[in-house]
């Protein structure tokens, strides 16, 4: 027999035993899938919800502009211009030259007059003070018709050195164009400063 006639015999042979594993291993896998359990795809379940209604709190209504005030430490640093717009000190607390101080540290009473661009009914003030807090006395909301709402009673809320005093009212029948506060500087040692003042409109 020669060589070639040989080899071809033998590859034929192979491929007889490779297409019989083929054909085998076939079979077995569709007898397996024949006979396994069938997996129910699961079940999904829609639940209709009811649209929930979103309460937005209003925030503050910062002071906008300065109207009057007694002292201010310089016309820059510390200066009346400070204690306007957002809080931008606090949280931090300290003799910190963002906030407004009087020209003295304990003199007998200070006062700062601030407006807002916006009048609008007021249920409360919130002061920001950010160095030596306490000291505010009271606070006057002034209507458009130039009526000043004496609001005494308020909740300090601190915050490490620093903290919020919160003046509450009944909402004003009147808009409120500005707000003005007293310090009583003697009764809290050290400068009094005060970062931001925010209106909060009626609920």
């Given at each position: 027999m020669?060589?070639?006639?040989?080899i071809?015999?033998?590859a034929v042979?192979?491929a007889l035993?490779?297409?019989?594993?083929?054909?085998?291993?076939?079979?077995?896998i569709a007898?397996?899938?024949?006979?396994?359990p069938?997996?129910?795809?699961?079940?999904?379940?829609?639940?209709?919800?009811?649209?929930s209604?979103?309460?937005?709190?209003?925030?503050?209504?910062?002071?906008?502009?300065?109207?009057?005030f007694?002292?201010?430490?310089?016309?820059?640093?510390?200066s009346?211009q400070?204690?306007?717009?957002a809080?931008?000190?606090?949280?931090?607390?300290?003799?910190?030259?963002a906030?407004?101080?009087?020209?003295?540290?304990?003199a007998?009473?200070?006062?700062i007059?601030?407006?807002?661009?916006?009048?609008q009914r007021?249920?409360a003030?919130e002061?920001?003070?950010?160095?030596?807090?306490g000291?505010i006395?009271?606070?006057?909301?002034?209507?458009?018709?130039?009526e000043?709402?004496?609001?005494?009673?308020?909740?300090l809320?601190?915050?490490?050195?620093?903290?919020v005093?919160?003046?509450v009212t009944?909402?004003?029948?009147?808009?409120?164009?500005?707000?003005?506060?007293?310090?009583?500087?003697?009764n809290?040692?050290?400068?009094?400063?005060?970062?931001a003042?925010?209106?909060?409109?009626?609920?």
């Amino acid at each position: 027999m020669r060589l070639s006639d040989s080899i071809q015999s033998r590859a034929v042979c192979v491929a007889l035993v490779v297409n019989s594993f083929v054909t085998f291993v076939a079979v077995g896998i569709a007898a397996w899938l024949a006979v396994r359990p069938a997996h129910e795809c699961p079940t999904v379940r829609v639940v209709e919800v009811e649209p929930s209604v979103l309460t937005l709190t209003p925030g503050p209504q910062w002071a906008s502009s300065v109207r009057a005030f007694s002292s201010e430490y310089t016309t820059s640093a510390w200066s009346a211009q400070q204690a306007l717009g957002a809080p931008n000190v606090y949280p931090r607390s300290g003799d910190i030259d963002a906030a407004w101080a009087s020209r003295e540290p304990d003199a007998s009473t200070e006062f700062i007059e601030l407006g807002f661009a916006q009048p609008q009914r007021a249920s409360a003030l919130e002061i920001y003070e950010t160095f030596n807090p306490g000291a505010i006395k009271h606070v006057e909301l002034i209507t458009e018709q130039g009526e000043h709402l004496v609001v005494p009673r308020r909740e300090l809320r601190p915050n490490g050195g620093a903290a919020v005093s919160n003046f509450v009212t009944k909402c004003t029948t009147q808009r409120i164009v500005a707000a003005r506060f007293v310090v009583d500087s003697a009764n809290v040692a050290g400068w009094n400063e005060v970062d931001a003042v925010g209106l909060l409109p009626c609920p």
